[in-house]
């Protein structure tokens, strides 16, 4: 199948900072990519629908300005989180979606923010 | 309304004895439906897909689910659990017209004891 990165696989990072997170399709051009935030032992919450070119499409309750996404390219996605805090502080996964409509995921990121 | 319930947060087997994960739907219009695991720490990986073709689908590594429209249903089963099996799956539906967003539901911890 096709294969996703992130990277950092971890971060910390200290109150008040900002933290760019990194998703890649690495065999395969991605029109739409989907951010996903995960609470220990909970499910995925998608955050935003990125897409190449455009203005990402943040789903209700997530702070635009907080969470920063990029789509530059055919291959990459940026989460930015802005001045983060604590609360934060969670595992965020990314997603891509290849020609065929099939998505595929990234191995996710680690954000502690301290 | 369009929903999925995993029927159980937690299911403990011992190992050797068969997995039944459950997973059922709500909607007048049959769905795709797919089984996503997760290991700890780590990304979501497609274990199986229905798009309405068979309605006995397998998937990686020995799991299979059934799609019965009568019962609304798709649950999961592999015939014998292995270690390697705990983690936590998820069933995640798609209905026309979705524009690949994907709604994940509470999901489901398989605990694997020796």
């Known amino acids: 199948g096709a294969v996703v990165s992130q990277h950092p696989s971890r971060v910390i990072c200290k109150s008040g900072t900002s933290v760019k997170i990194e998703c890649r399709s690495l065999?395969?051009?991605?029109?739409?990519m989907f951010w996903y935030r995960q609470f220990p032992k909970k499910s995925l919450m998608l955050m935003a629908t990125?897409?190449?070119?455009?203005?990402?499409?943040?789903e209700q309750g997530v702070e635009k300005d907080k969470f920063l996404i990029n789509h530059a390219s055919l291959t990459l996605s940026t989460l930015t989180v802005t001045s983060a805090h604590p609360e934060d502080s969670s595992f965020y996964i990314c997603?891509?979606?290849?020609?065929?409509?099939?998505?595929?995921f990234g191995p996710g990121t680690r954000l502690t923010v301290l | 309304a369009q929903s999925v319930t995993q029927l159980d947060s937690h299911v403990s087997v011992s190992e050797g004895t068969p997995v039944l994960l459950r997973c059922n739907y709500s909607?007048?219009?049959?769905?795709?439906l797919f089984w996503y695991v997760q290991h700890p720490n780590k990304g979501l990986q497609l274990l199986l897909k229905?798009?309405?073709?068979?309605?006995l689908v397998k998937g990686i590594n020995g799991f299979e689910a059934e799609f019965k429209k009568s019962e609304t249903s798709f649950h999961l089963t592999k015939p014998s659990a292995h270690m390697s099996d705990a983690a936590e799956y998820f069933c995640?539906?798609?209905?026309?017209?979705?524009?690949?967003?994907?709604?994940f539901g509470q999901g489901t911890t398989l605990q694997v004891k020796p």
């Open positions: 997603s891509a979606t290849t020609s065929s409509n099939e998505q595929f």
């Open positions: 909607s007048s219009y049959s769905p795709s």
């Open positions: 995640v539906p798609i209905w026309g017209g979705n524009t690949g967003k994907l709604i």
């Open positions: 990125s897409n190449e070119g455009s203005k990402a499409t943040y």
């Open positions: 229905y798009t309405s073709a068979a309605t």
């Open positions: 065999d395969f051009q991605a029109t739409t």
